[in-house]
């Protein structure tokens, strides 16, 4: 009985997870304005495929106890696309919220407002680089 206790929760929690992670994703218009900015309204499903299936992967990988003895090449492309999820992500959060363009104006520094977005992305992709070569193959 406490088994199916715990799998009731569990399940419920992962629905209730996976379903504000969908309406985050949703509410920053992460797939549409990526679709706009690269003109690629052709590979929709590719899009909306690639969302679900990393997100599933990604959580059969965090609880689960599968290892993976990779060469450091394939950690970064790995981690390479963990950074590129995690700077859209983010850039995203900060186009709703128009933070970055106010904060930019307040600074002076609104002329340089691509290279400091640019600067952001690229921050996040050599982070999760640095963790995923660092941390994660020790």
Known sequence: MIRLSE????FSTG????????????????????IQVSR????????IFA????????????FSQ?????SNVILII?????????GMLAAALAE??????????RIQLDRYR?????????GKVFGSLFQWIIFVKL
């Open 114 to 122: 691509l290279i400091l977005f640019m600067a952001i992305v690229f």
């Open 15 to 34: 629905l209730a997870t996976g379903a504000g992670f969908v309406a985050l994703l949703t509410l920053l218009n992460i797939v549409p304005r990526l």
């Open 78 to 86: 790995w981690g390479l696309f963990h950074g590129v999820f995690n």
């Open 7 to 10: 799998l009731l929760i569990g």
């Open 96 to 105: 709703v919220l128009n933070v970055f363009p106010i904060l930019f104006r």
């Open 66 to 70: 599968i290892s993976w003895h990779q």
């Open 40 to 47: 690629t309204k052709k590979f929709l499903k590719v899009y």
């Open 51 to 62: 969302v679900i299936s990393g997100t599933l992967v990604g959580t059969i990988l965090s």
